[in-house]
C-alpha cells in the first residue's frame, strides 16, 4: 500500500481548489502572498477592487499591485503574519487605483500539507462607505456639510420637484457650474444631454418613480457640462425623507479616468506588453474572422529552441530586447491578409491567409529560418536562434481556431523531439498526445490505488566469485486493461509531470521493507545485502529531499548501509552545486551514492571528482559494443581505471553474455548486472537467490 505521505500529497491539489471555492464566494476581498511577496492566489473581490485582471496580478508584487504605500502596511502585516501572528488592522490606506479607502483587515498564516508556514492569507473589507455613514451619524450639521464640500464624488441634493437643492464643490469642479448658478434649477436642464431630456422629462412626470427605480443600483450615463463637453458618469441615487418630503441624492463620480484604463486593460487582452503584437487571444480572433470569410489559413507555431537558457544566461532585459527585435524583422516577411502574434514566452505564431500550398508555405519556412539564424537585439549585438516550427492548416468551416492553434502547436513539439526543423501536422500525432493524457491520467490512478504498481528487483552480483552482492529495485506497471507497461512509455511522463517524485517515494518505501526482510535471509557471515534505488533530478530537486527520504527509511527500518542511491549523470550536471549539496547528506547519513549510466552525459572530471560517490556504473550501450573494437574496448578501460583513480567500485549493467561477463571481470569491473544473470524478478522469485541458489554460479569461474 502506499505510504500515508505520499497520499496527502496527492489531496493538497484538492484541498488547494476546495480552499480557492471557499475563498471566492466569501464577500470579503481575499489574497493569498507567499514569503517572496508575490501574489499566489486572489479572488474576485479583490481583482475588482485592485481593477486588474487575475493574470496581471499572480506572480506580482504587492507593493507593485497595491502601490508602495498600500504595499508597505500590507508587507509588514503580512511578515507577522508569516511568523505565526494572526493580524488584524483598521484605518485608512491609500490605494493607487483607488484612492483613499477605509480598510479592515486580517493577515493569518497559511499552512502547507506539510503543517509549515508558506505564505500568507490576507481578509479586507472596505469599510469606507459604511465609516462615511457612522460618521455622519454622529456628526453635526456643520461636519455633514464639511463631509459633502470634500467628497470625492459629486453630490447633487434633488427634491421632489426635480430641482437642485445642493451642488457640492466635486460637482462644481466636474460639470463647470457655480453652486449658486444652479440651486432650484430642474436638474434635468443642467447636466442631462439636450438629446435625452425629453426622455427624462416624461420619466419626471411620473416623479418620484423615475428617479426612485434606479434607486440601490450604479448605472453608466452620459452628462453634459457647461461648455456643452460630454463626459462619462457613475450614478448612484438615495432617498431620505424630511418632514414628510422626498429628498434624493444623486452620486455621480466622473469615470473619464477609468474608462480609459478600461479601453487599456481591452488592449492589453489582445496585445503581448513586450513586443506590442497580438497575443493568443487576438489569434484566435482573428482565425475566426478568416474563416467566417470562407478562406483557407495556415498557421506556423514558431517555438524558439534554448530559449530558457538564453534567458537565465543573459536575462530578461536581454531577452526582451531579442523579443522586440526578433519581432520586427518577422514582421517585414508579412504579405498582406497574415498576421504575426506572439503566444508564449518563446513563441510566435505566422497566420498565412488564403492559402494551404505547401510551397509556399515551405518557402515561409525558409525565411523565418533565415530571420533567425540572423536575429538581434535592439543594441544589435547578434544571437544565433533556431525554432520548431509546427504547421497545420484551417480548412473555411471544418477547422475550429482553437483545434487548428493545437494542431500547430503538437506539430512544433513534435519537431523540437525530432530534431527536425519543421513539421506538418497529421492526425497521428494528435492520437499520441490522446494516448499520452490518457497515460498520465492512469498513471495518476494507479499511485492513488496502490495495486497495479510493483517492483520488480534484478540482481547485481560479483564478477570474481559470483556473490550475490544486492539488488536494482526497478518499478513496473501491470496495467488493468493494456497489461505490463514498459518503464520506458510512463518513467518520462512521470518525469516531465513531476509524479517522479510520488512514485519515487513509493519505490523507496517498498525497497526499504524488502532490504530489511532479506537481511534476515542471507547466509550466516555475508555481507549486508544491499539495494540500489534510483533517485530522478525532479525529487533531488525538491527542497525536502532528503528529509523525505530520511524519514521513509526510518519508517521502515532501514539501515542507511543497505541502500545505494543511483542518480544519473546528466541529472547531476544539471544543477552540479544543488546536487553535491543534497548527495553530501545522502553521503553523511551513510547511504551508498552511485552515477547512473556514466559515460553517456555531459559531466566533467572536475564536476565529477567533487561528487560524494561509491561507485559508477558503465552504461549498457559501452557494454553491447566493447566486443565490436578495441576502441570500445579502451573507453571500458578508460572507465574502469578513472574509477580506480578515485577509489570507486565500478558496476556494469547490460551484460547478456558470458564473453561480456569475462571480458569485463577482465578489465577489472567490480560488480555486474543484466540478462546473462537474470532479468529482474518479483521478490518472492529474486528472494530465493539469497540462500545461494543462484543460476549463473556454474558460468562463474572459480
Known amino acids: 500500500m502506499p505510504d500515508p505521505s505520499q497520499r496527502d500529497s496527492f489531496s493538497s491539489s484538492r484541498r488547494a481548489n476546495q480552499l480557492h471555492q471557499m475563498l471566492d464566494a466569501m464577500p470579503a476581498m481575499v489574497a493569498i502572498v507567499g514569503f517572496d511577496r508575490r501574489y499566489r492566489y486572489v479572488n474576485g473581490q479583490y481583482r475588482q477592487f485592485v481593477g486588474l485582471a487575475e493574470q496581471q496580478i499572480l506572480g506580482q508584487t504587492v507593493d507593485h499591485v497595491i502601490g508602495e504605500a498600500a504595499g508597505a502596511q500590507a508587507l509588514a502585516a503580512g511578515r507577522r503574519a508569516l511568523g505565526g501572528e494572526v493580524v488584524r488592522l483598521e484605518g485608512w490606506v491609500s490605494f493607487p487605483n483607488r484612492g483613499r479607502r477605509f480598510i479592515r483587515a486580517v493577515y493569518t498564516p497559511h499552512r502547507a500539507g506539510s503543517g509549515r508556514i508558506d505564505a500568507y492569507i490576507a481578509f479586507l473589507q472596505d469599510q469606507t462607505e459604511r465609516h462615511h455613514t457612522e460618521a455622519a451619524l454622529k456628526a453635526s450639521e456643520a461636519l455633514k456639510a464639511a463631509v459633502i464640500d470634500g467628497a470625492f464624488d459629486c453630490i447633487i441634493g434633488i427634491n421632489q420637484a426635480g430641482r437642485i437643492i445642493e451642488f457640492n464643490p466635486a460637482a462644481e469642479r466636474t460639470f463647470g457650474h457655480r453652486r449658486e448658478a444652479v440651486l432650484g434649477r430642474p436638474m434635468i436642464d443642467v447636466i442631462v444631454p439636450p438629446e435625452h431630456r425629453t426622455e427624462c422629462l416624461a420619466g419626471f412626470t411620473r416623479f418620484p418613480d423615475g428617479l426612485r427605480r434606479i434607486i440601490g443600483h450604479r448605472v453608466e450615463v452620459e452628462a453634459i457640462r457647461a461648455d456643452d463637453t460630454r463626459i462619462p458618469v457613475e450614478l448612484a441615487v438615495s432617498e431620505v425623507m424630511i418632514n414628510d418630503q422626498r429628498i434624493f441624492t444623486a452620486y455621480l463620480r466622473d469615470i473619464r479616468q477609468r474608462a480609459r484604463f478600461e479601453r487599456e486593460l481591452a488592449q492589453l487582452a489582445y496585445e503581448d506588453m513586450a513586443t506590442g503584437l497580438p497575443n493568443r487571444t487576438q489569434l484566435l480572433k482573428l482565425m475566426v474572422d478568416i474563416d467566417t470569410t470562407s478562406q483557407s489559413f495556415t498557421l506556423l507555431v514558431i517555438d524558439l529552441d534554448r530559449f530558457e537558457n538564453i534567458q537565465t544566461s543573459f536575462g530578461q532585459e536581454f531577452t526582451d530586447g531579442l523579443l522586440v527585435g526578433l519581432s520586427s524583422r518577422l514582421r517585414d516577411e508579412l504579405s498582406a491578409g497574415d498576421h504575426l502574434a506572439r503566444i508564449g514566452d518563446h513563441t510566435f505564431a505566422f497566420l498565412v491567409a488564403d492559402t494551404h500550398d505547401a510551397i509556399v508555405i515551405e518557402n515561409r519556412v525558409d525565411g523565418i529560418s533565415a530571420v533567425l539564424r540572423t536575429a538581434t537585439t535592439q543594441t544589435g549585438a547578434a544571437v544565433f536562434l533556431t525554432a520548431s516550427i509546427g504547421i497545420a492548416t484551417g480548412i473555411p468551416g471544418r477547422s475550429k481556431p482553437h483545434d487548428v492553434l493545437r494542431d500547430a502547436e503538437i506539430a512544433a513539439n513534435r519537431a523540437r523531439q525530432d530534431g527536425s526543423r519543421h513539421v506538418w501536422f497529421d492526425q497521428s500525432m494528435q492520437d499520441r498526445v490522446v494516448e499520452r493524457v490518457r497515460l498520465e491520467h492512469d498513471l495518476r490512478r494507479a499511485l492513488e490505488s496502490g495495486d497495479e504498481l510493483w517492483v520488480a528487483y534484478q540482481p547485481i552480483v560479483e564478477l570474481v566469485t559470483g556473490r550475490l552482492a544486492g539488488f536494482e529495485a526497478l518499478v513496473r506497471w501491470q496495467h488493468p486493461e493494456r497489461g505490463l507497461i514498459s518503464p520506458g512509455a510512463f518513467v518520462p511522463i512521470a518525469e516531465e509531470t513531476g509524479l517522479i517524485v510520488t512514485l519515487g517515494r513509493w519505490v523507496l518505501g517498498q525497497a526499504c521493507r524488502q532490504a530489511g526482510r532479506w537481511q534476515a535471509l542471507r547466509q550466516p557471515g555475508a555481507a549486508p545485502l544491499f539495494v540500489s534505488v534510483n533517485l530522478s533530478p525532479r525529487e533531488l530537486d525538491e527542497v525536502d529531499c532528503f528529509e523525505r527520504w530520511k524519514a521513509i527509511m526510518e519508517i521502515c527500518g532501514a539501515e542507511p548501509g543497505w541502500l545505494k542511491v543511483e ?36 559531466s566533467s572530471l572536475s564536476h565529477l571528482t567533487k561528487l560524494p560517490l561509491n561507485n559508477i556504473k558503465i552504461d549498457r550501450s559501452f557494454v553491447s559494443a566493447m566486443h565490436q573494437s578495441e576502441e570500445n574496448r579502451s573507453l571500458v578501460r578508460i572507465i574502469v581505471d578513472l574509477a580506480r583513480l578515485l577509489g570507486l567500485d565500478v558496476v556494469a549493467e547490460g551484460i547478456e553474455t558470458e564473453a561480456d561477463k569475462n571480458l569485463l571481470r577482465a578489465l577489472g569491473c567490480d560488480y555486474g548486472q543484466g540478462y546473462f544473470f537474470s532479468k529482474p524478478q518479483p521478490a518472492d522469485k529474486a528472494e530465493a537467490f539469497i540462500g545461494g541458489d543462484v543460476p549463473w554460479r556454474d558460468a562463474v569461474d572459480p
Open 567 to 602: 542518480i544519473t549523470e546528466s541529472g547531476v550536471m544539471q544543477r552540479p552545486e544543488e546536487s553535491l549539496s543534497a548527495l553530501h547528506r545522502f553521503k553523511g547519513l551513510g547511504v551508498h551514492l552511485s552515477i547512473d549510466d556514466f559515460g553517456t552525459g555531459y
